[in-house]
């Protein structure tokens, strides 16, 4: 099923996902650390093709527990 950016079905898988990587422990990937959404801005096209300035993707992060800083960076595609 195909979700287009901003439509209903679109948020709520966004949303899930995030959900699901809080619930199993992963950390927020985006915006500095402080959310799972990583906001982009999309190619430059005219309002009537692609009406949407940004898009998102979920992001999350897993770190190792022996060496911190080495990190395994989860993602989900979701449209």
Do not use: C, K, W
């Amino acid at each position: 099923l195909f979700r287009s950016i901003s439509s209903a079905g679109h948020d709520r898988a966004r949303d899930y996902i995030a959900q699901a990587l809080a619930a199993r422990g992963i950390e927020r990937g985006g915006a500095g650390g402080t959310s799972y959404l990583h906001t982009y801005p999309t190619a430059p096209q005219p309002e009537y093709l692609y009406p949407y300035p940004n898009g998102f993707n979920v992001v999350g992060v897993h770190r190792g527990a022996v060496a911190p800083s080495e990190m395994v960076v989860v993602s989900a595609h979701y449209d």
